[in-house]
């Protein structure tokens, strides 16, 4: 699969990506991994992604130097108490077909229910999307919508 058109935030995302996965020590290192992935990229591109992401090296234990992204507000994982807290607070009801659980909440709370989910780190989904009173969460392929609609009604007290 090629995909040499990214965009800039494309492929920062994967290369943000990368970094979480494996520790990556050199440039040329994220030029070869967006490579393998279809993205062509030279190193003076991926330096200025690294820079604009503010990715710094730092010592990973062992001594080895890699490149990292800190953690930005938005992207930290929320403590499983404010989960259990939004979701007794904004979810009325909870059903599920296959790997897609449909969340339902009062009008306009349907995006709070959905941040609390993405920032929860659940390795069970793999994404929401929210409207105005409904939130669609999508099961990761290892999981079911069965069982994330079950736990989902356990952390609303349904």
């Known amino acids: ?3 040499t058109g990214l965009s800039k935030l494309q492929r920062q995302y994967r290369i943000a990506a990368y970094l979480e ?11 070869e991994l967006l490579a ?15 820079d604009e992401m503010g990715a710094i090296k ?3 234990p062992g001594g080895d130097v890699a490149y990292v992204v800190p953690a930005q507000p938005q ?12 979701c007794r607070e904004w979810v009325a009801a909870v059903d599920y077909s296959a790997n897609v659980v449909v969340v339902r909440t009062p009008p306009g709370s349907a995006h709070m229910v ?13 994404g929401t ?22 736990e989902l009604c356990e952390l609303a007290g349904l």
């Open 58 to 60: 730092s010592r990973l």
């Open 114 to 126: 959905g941040s609390a989910i993405d920032r929860a780190g659940w390795r069970d989904i793999i």
């Open 75 to 86: 992207d930290q994982v929320a403590p499983a108490e404010h989960l259990r807290r939004v």
């Open 129 to 150: 999307v929210a409207g105005d009173d409904t939130l669609l969460v999508i099961a990761a392929e290892h999981s079911s919508g069965e069982s994330v609609s079950s």
């Open 36 to 50: 393998a992935d279809g993205v062509e990229a030279t190193q003076a591109t991926v330096s200025r992604d690294l």
């Open 21 to 31: 996965r494996e520790p990556v020590t050199s440039q040329a290192r994220i030029v």
């Open 1 to 3: 699969m090629t995909t």
